[in-house]
């Protein structure tokens, strides 16, 4: 058995079924200007303007505050998630090779196979 044999990735297929293809729609285009003349008179025809703006305000930091609680919590806990994940496969390690004898043989096999695949004097 070789080693390049272990670790075969299958092949990706490309698929040409789509074909994609860009057109210059005058109906769909989007006109700065209009969406600018747009927002304009719809912030004309605002009666508080201030009440609109603090609130954009308030949601602007609520959404800086809550990213910045929700990294530093996700960062404060990663090395303990990464430490259970390192727990957790040295426990399927042990179950897997270390516990029987035969398993413990089968691992010291693997291992030599290893070494001469790596060797090349197999």
């Given amino acids: 058995m070789k080693l390049s ?3 075969v990735l299958p092949r990706l297929r490309r698929s040409f079924m789509f074909r994609i293809k860009a057109s210059e ?3 769909t285009a989007l ?7 747009d927002l304009k008179e719809k912030w004309d025809s605002l009666e508080n303007k201030s009440t609109v703006v603090v609130y954009g305000g308030g949601a602007v930091v609520a959404i800086l505050i809550s ?8 960062l404060s806990q990663l090395p303990k998630i ?5 727990l957790g496969y040295i426990g399927w390690f042990v ?5 029987l004898k035969s398993s ?13 695949e790596i060797a090349g004097t197999e």
């Fill in 5 to 7: 044999n272990f670790f």
């Fill in 25 to 27: 729609d005058a109906s």
């Fill in 31 to 37: 006109d700065a200007n209009e969406l600018f003349d």
């Fill in 67 to 74: 990213s910045i609680l929700i990294v530093s919590v996700i």
């Fill in 82 to 86: 990464l430490e259970l994940v390192g």
């Fill in 95 to 99: 179950y897997q090779y270390l516990l």
């Fill in 104 to 116: 413990r043989k089968e691992l010291a096999t693997d291992i030599e196979w290893i070494k001469k």
